[in-house]
C-alpha cells in the first residue's frame, strides 16, 4: 500500500481556518485520497475524499495538488468539536474485495479557546 | 438513527475465560470488519465479512474468531483471551460501492489480566 507522511501534531486557534497537510510522494493513479478523524472516546468517522479534484462537503474541503503527491485537508472555521486526531488514508481503486483502511497515527489537532 | 453499535464498551477479563464482543449495524451493510487499536500501532484489521456466512482474516486474526450468521451482527469471539489482545476494538461496517464510507462504532475497551 502506497504510504502517507502527516505531522505528528498541530494547534490551531478557535474559529480560525484550519490546514492539515498530508504527503503522499508514491500514490498511484488508482489510489483515491480519504479523510477520517478520531474524536476523543470515539470510533473514526468519515470526512471526505477524492481523486484529483478538489473537493468540498459539509465538514470540510479537500485540496489535491496538481501532481498529486500531497493533499490539505480544510476545516474552514476550527471550533474545540474538531480537536480530533486526522487520518489521511489512501485507498487503491484498483483492488476489489477487502475494503481495508490502513490507517497511519495521524495528525492531533489541538484546538486552542 | 444510522449505527454501529458495540457491547459492552468496557470489559476486564482473565486470562483464558472466554468472552464475546456484540456488534450491529442497523444500515442494511453488507461489508463489516473488526479492527483493533494500540498506542503507536493505529488501527488494524481484525477480520471482515463481505456478506453474510463469508468472513476472512485482516492482519492481525490471531486469537480470534468472528461469525456472520445474519447481516446486521458480527460477533467478535475470543475464545482464549490472553493479556496481549489488551485493546481497544473496533467494529465498523459500509455499504457496497467502492469509496463508500466505513461507519465505526464507538469501541470496546478490553483488558485481560
Known amino acids: 500500500d502506497a504510504k502517507t507522511t502527516q505531522p505528528n501534531s498541530m494547534e490551531s486557534n478557535e474559529e480560525e481556518p484550519v490546514h492539515l497537510p498530508c504527503n503522499h510522494s508514491t500514490i498511484s493513479g488508482t489510489d483515491y485520497i480519504h479523510w477520517y478523524r478520531q474524536l476523543p472516546s470515539q470510533g473514526p468517522e468519515y470526512v471526505i475524499h477524492?481523486?484529483?479534484s478538489n473537493v468540498n462537503n459539509r465538514m470540510a474541503s479537500l485540496a489535491i495538488a496538481e501532481d498529486r503527491k500531497s493533499s490539505t485537508l480544510i476545516l474552514h472555521r476550527a471550533t474545540l468539536r474538531d480537536a480530533a486526531v486526522y487520518y489521511c488514508?489512501?485507498?487503491?481503486?484498483?483492488?476489489?474485495?477487502?475494503?481495508?483502511?490502513?490507517f497511519g497515527t495521524g495528525t492531533r489537532l489541538t484546538i486552542i479557546p | 438513527e444510522a449505527q454501529v453499535t458495540q457491547n459492552p464498551r468496557y470489559l476486564i477479563t482473565v486470562t483464558g475465560k472466554k468472552l464475546t464482543v456484540t456488534c450491529s449495524q442497523n444500515m442494511n451493510h453488507e461489508y463489516m470488519s473488526w479492527y483493533r487499536q494500540d498506542p503507536g500501532l493505529g488501527l488494524r484489521q481484525i477480520y471482515y465479512?463481505?456478506?453474510?456466512?463469508?468472513?476472512d482474516k485482516g492482519d492481525v486474526p490471531e486469537g480470534y474468531k468472528v461469525s456472520r450468521k445474519e447481516k446486521r451482527n458480527f460477533p467478535l469471539i475470543l475464545e482464549s483471551p490472553s493479556p496481549n489482545q489488551t485493546s481497544l476494538y473496533f467494529c465498523?461496517?459500509?455499504?457496497?460501492?467502492?469509496?463508500?464510507?466505513?461507519?465505526f462504532g464507538n469501541g470496546t475497551r478490553l483488558t485481560v489480566t
Open positions: 477524492g481523486l484529483t
Open positions: 465479512s463481505m456478506n453474510v456466512e463469508v468472513t
Open positions: 465498523a461496517s459500509k455499504q457496497e460501492g467502492y469509496n463508500s464510507p466505513l461507519h
Open positions: 488514508i489512501l485507498r487503491d481503486s484498483g483492488v476489489r474485495g477487502n475494503e481495508k483502511l490502513t
